[in-house]
């Protein structure tokens, strides 16, 4: 029977290298897959991992019909054995919905990865409607760490390495730029108390004892 799977994780567990796997073992059997995604690091149109591969994607616009763009891809001659959406907690729960229902109304497999909560630990609307709808929810098992060792659990967005908890909900960074908004993965603990590698670091260089000099 086809399947809604949702891969779910922190940053740097490994979902776009898995959706990559999964496109790379379908097409060696000679199935055809589509790809879609949502503000990619690599540019617009790119299905990217952090290990430098990539490959071409359709670039999801805001109030875009996916079951009907699949099905006007199939009604042209187009074949797609499976579907891919990457950075699925950028689609808003309508798409998530016509993902449904392109398993459900034209039988094809759709496999959807995104990060389940947000730099202040609230659930994308996108995620959210992943989780009450998939058939299948994939908790990957490759463990992102947190700068202490400790297993990653929470995303934070970050400004000159300082973790911040306010802003808009999507703003795309890089997790190689921490002087610029970037996003760092956390545990539970650091996170709560925004204690960031950069910020631990600077703590960590601070005398906790002023110099005394003799007279």
């Avoid at 659990?153 to 960074?173: L, P």
């Avoid at 002087?179 to 601070?206: K, Q, W």
Wanted: glycine share 8%; aromatic share 6%; proline share 3%.
């Amino acid at each position: 029977m086809p399947e809604l799977v949702f891969f779910s994780g922190t940053m740097d567990c490994g979902k776009s290298t898995l959706a990559l796997q999964i496109e790379h073992n379908r097409s060696a059997r000679g199935l055809a897959g589509m790809i879609f995604t949502r503000d990619d690091r690599a540019g617009e149109g790119k299905l990217s991992s952090r290990l430098g591969l990539v490959t071409d994607a359709v670039e999801v616009e805001d109030g875009q019909d996916l079951y009907a763009y699949v099905v006007d891809h199939l009604s042209q001659g187009g074949r797609a054995d499976y579907v891919i959406a990457d950075e699925a907690q950028f689609l808003v729960p309508e798409q998530i919905d016509q993902l449904a229902r392109v398993v459900d109304d034209l039988g094809i497999d759709v496999y959807a990865f995104g990060i389940t909560t947000d730099f202040r630990s609230k659930l994308f609307p996108g995620s959210q409607r992943l989780v009450e709808l998939a058939d299948r929810v994939e908790v990957l098992q490759v463990e992102a760490l947190c700068w202490c060792g400790a297993r990653a659990t929470h995303n934070a967005r970050t400004i000159g390495g300082e973790m911040v908890v306010e802003g808009a909900q999507v703003v795309v960074g890089d997790v190689n730029q921490p002087e610029d908004i970037g996003y760092e993965v956390l545990c539970r603990r650091h996170h709560r108390r925004r204690m960031t590698s950069a910020t631990t670091r600077a703590a960590a260089l601070s005398p906790d004892v002023l110099p005394v000099s003799s007279a």
